[in-house]
């Protein structure tokens, strides 16, 4: 079992930033890959970027390249997403997921998931 638990969500104005950061505890020796998604009210969950967690080779989705940075710290377990000149269509639950066998931008291909982290860009 692999627990993840997000945190730096928060309200921020358009052109902002925010950090968000994913605690792993738990088997994440066994950790292939962890993922950000976002799901904005209404939309289905989206892929946003991904990180090999060992090789620390990264990719990302269309829309966040070159705003958003996926990053991590193998000794505290955790992996984090800047995000820079935040819009208000970035405004969604941001979750954090891992993957125990690839490195995947595919939803229902992760293994564990946190519980969430509400960003809202005001305009």
């Known amino acids: 079992q692999v627990q993840l638990v997000e945190s730096g969500g928060g309200l921020v104005q358009a052109g902002g930033s925010l950090r968000l950061s994913c605690a792993a505890s738990?088997?994440?020796?066994?950790?292939?890959?962890m993922g950000w998604f976002r799901q904005a009210p209404g939309k289905e969950r989206e892929f946003v970027a991904v990180?090999?967690?060992?090789?620390?080779?990264?990719y990302y989705a269309d829309s966040v390249k070159g705003r958003f940075t996926i990053s991590r710290d193998i000794a505290k377990n955790t992996v984090y997403l800047q995000m820079n000149s935040l819009k208000p269509d970035d405004t969604a639950v941001y979750y954090c997921a891992a993957d125990l066998e690839k490195a995947t931008a595919r939803v229902l291909e992760y293994d564990y998931w946190g519980q969430g982290t509400q960003v809202t860009v005001s305009s």
């Open positions: 990180i090999n967690w060992k090789g620390g080779s990264t």
């Open positions: 738990g088997r994440t020796f066994s950790t292939y890959a």
